[in-house]
């Protein structure tokens, strides 16, 4: 059974650091991206970070770039989201989920993302 699961979240002040795991299990990494989402109150949910093993690339969006580092341990099935200097627009649940793998990174349709973990709270004050 395709399973994620993700942890790490919790409260921190503006400034500080998380760092979120997304533990997969039914398949390697190497079959398929891993995406991690963010979803606000009352807001749509956005692509933040996804990374290929199979072809080498990740991607980031623009609000956390030279913030947030996405990366992967294969042998653990585990991604990881280092989250350094947040703020509290980074407040929200994040996702992790998996897609086929691909070598288009930069769109992230949501709707192409088969499996999702159940999501973890990170709490961003001021």
């Known amino acids: 059974e395709v399973q994620l699961v993700e942890s790490g979240g919790g409260l921190v002040q503006a400034g500080g650091s998380l760092r979120l795991s997304c533990r997969v299990s039914?398949?390697?990494?190497?079959?398929?991206?891993i995406g991690w989402f963010r979803q606000a109150p009352g807001k749509e949910r956005e692509g933040v970070s996804c990374i290929s093993k199979r072809f080498g690339i990740t991607y980031y969006t623009d609000s956390v770039k030279g913030r947030f580092t996405i990366s992967s341990d294969n042998a653990k099935n585990t991604v990881y989201l280092q989250m350094n200097n947040l703020e509290p627009e980074d407040t929200a649940v994040y996702y992790c989920a998996a897609r086929r793998s691909t070598y288009e990174m930069s769109d992230m349709v949501l709707n192409e993302y088969d499996y999702w973990g159940q999501g973890t709270q990170v709490t961003v004050s001021s």
């Open positions: 039914g398949f390697t990494l190497d079959d398929y991206n």
